[in-house]
């Protein structure tokens, strides 16, 4: 059985960082690219970053470019998302995905999902 469970998320200020972490079993994590979504109230499901499984290329949202990194450690089984300089429009749930083959950017190149960590950025 696959899992996939975020933690990290909470309540911060504008211009404060968060790490998020993904913790992964029941799959070779290290064969699936691993991406990460995000969803505000009343909006679609936003693409936030990816990486790959080969050679660890990572792939950002235009709007989080600059901002946010994400990482890997397949010894751990673990993919992170640090977010820096956070604003108040970065606040939605926050999905750790797992998939192979496809688009990186795209939902559909996934076929695990965790349950999500809220992320919230007050003023």
């Known amino acids: 059985q696959v899992q996939l469970v975020e933690s990290g998320g909470g309540l911060v200020q504008a211009g404060g960082s968060l790490r998020l972490s993904c913790a992964a079993s029941?799959?070779?994590?290290?064969?699936?690219?691993m991406g990460w979504f995000r969803q505000a109230p009343g909006k679609e499901r936003e693409f936030v970053a990816a990486?790959?499984?080969?050679?660890?290329?990572?792939y950002y949202g235009d709007s989080v470019k600059g901002r946010f990194t994400i990482s890997r450690d397949n010894a751990k089984n673990t993919v992170f998302l640090e977010m820096n300089s956070l604003n108040p429009e970065d606040t939605a749930v926050y999905y750790c995905?797992?998939?192979?083959?496809?688009?990186?950017?795209?939902?559909?190149?996934?076929?695990?999902w965790g349950q999500g960590t809220q992320v919230t950025v007050s003023s």
């Open positions: 995905a797992a998939g192979y083959g496809g688009v990186p950017d795209r939902a559909y190149t996934y076929r695990y």
């Open positions: 029941g799959l070779a994590f290290s064969s699936y690219t």
């Open positions: 990486i790959d499984y080969s050679l660890g290329g990572t």
